[in-house]
């Protein structure tokens, strides 16, 4: 079992609608990492957070470090925002990541 | 903007050849770290290093190398390509920002042995 589990593994909405992507961890955390990654491959780091809420633009990041749990929210979203994205997870003394299988992300035009 | 480049973007090649990786950043971090991704799979880290000089095998047994001679350039090497080693290489760097490492990532280099 993966310490990183994210939810779901594929979502396809409409252009506009409320976005909703979930990561819980199993492990105790130092920082939780929020990537995106285009096909073709590259990654873009999104959010860094290790307590609280992180906002920009169009995009949310919170997380709730009793429940192991993040969430990751697209308002308003757009066919540009169709990607892989990936949450990750830094353990204390351990700056290496442990990622997830990843959302595969499709917004419809 | 990342400034991390990774080449070849693409690379197929046959059983046995000998290649190398090239990976370099010009934001003078001294993390970076090299990582195998499957399709549809998580990243797995296969080597890291924290400075010049100094290279670690990461979670994820490879039969690749890494050097790290220079701050900028941390390449990964297979002496013989097997087609096990088909997979996607991504090269990262971070830097230690306010509330933790911030990544860099590059392009990715997909493999394919023959």
């Known amino acids: 079992k993966n310490e990183v589990e994210q939810s779901p593994q594929n979502l396809t909405a409409q252009e506009g609608e409320f976005i909703t992507i979930n990561c819980s961890y199993s492990?105790?955390?130092?920082?939780l990492h929020w990537l995106q990654q285009h096909p073709g491959g590259g990654i873009v780091s999104l959010f860094m957070l290790s307590s609280g809420k992180k906002k920009h633009g169009r995009l949310i990041a919170t997380i709730n470090i009793q429940e192991k749990h993040s969430s990751l929210h697209i308002t308003a979203s757009h066919p540009r925002d169709s990607a892989v994205y990936i949450c990750?997870?830094?353990?204390?003394?351990?700056?290496?990541?442990?990622f997830g299988t990843g959302t595969r992300l499709t917004i419809i035009p | 903007e990342a400034d991390i480049y990774q080449t070849p973007r693409y690379l197929v090649i046959g059983t046995g050849k000998k290649i190398t990786l090239e990976c370099s950043q010009t934001?003078?971090?001294?993390?970076m770290y090299w990582y195998q991704q499957d399709p549809g799979m998580e990243l797995h880290l296969i080597h890291y290093s924290y400075g010049v000089n100094s290279t670690e095998k990461g979670d994820l047994s490879s039969e690749s190398t890494v050097s790290r001679i220079r701050t900028e350039h941390f390449p990964l090497t297979l002496e013989s390509a097997r087609p096990s080693h088909t997979s996607q290489y991504l090269c990262?760097?971070?830097?230690?920002?306010?509330?933790?490492?911030?990544?860099?990532f590059g392009s990715g280099t997909q493999l394919s042995v023959l």
């Open positions: 990262a760097s971070s830097e230690l920002g306010r509330g933790g490492e911030k990544l860099f």
């Open positions: 492990v105790g955390i130092s920082a």
């Open positions: 934001m003078g971090h001294d993390k």
């Open positions: 990750a997870v830094s353990t204390f003394g351990n700056e290496k990541l442990t």
